[in-house]
């Protein structure tokens, strides 16, 4: 079970994902389909929903070409 703080850092992980996403010019579907992961699974990461495994973090910053580190730069109140 996802406490309150761990929902509140997956939410401001998918976001900020999707912000760099966005940002490289990628659409939802073309980024799923450039990584190859199913749409709905970058959707629930997105969203909050699920949280990625290491790997999946990892294959998250190669697609976007970006460090695995930048994914992890954000703001979050503890």
């Known amino acids: 079970m996802i406490n ?10 998918g976001s900020h994902l999707r912000k760099l996403r966005i940002e490289k010019g990628f659409g ?6 450039h990584v190859d992961m ?7 990461i997105e969203r909050g929903v699920i949280n990625p ?6 294959i998250l910053a ?3 070409e970006i460090s ?10 503890k």
């Open 53 to 58: 495994t290491i790997a999946t973090v990892l």
């Open 28 to 33: 939802m579907r073309e980024f799923a389909l």
């Open 38 to 44: 199913e749409y709905s699974q970058l959707s629930k």
């Open 4 to 13: 309150n703080k761990n929902k509140n850092f997956s939410k401001a992980f």
């Open 68 to 77: 695995h580190t930048e994914l992890f730069d954000f703001p979050f109140d």
């Open 62 to 64: 190669e697609g976007l």
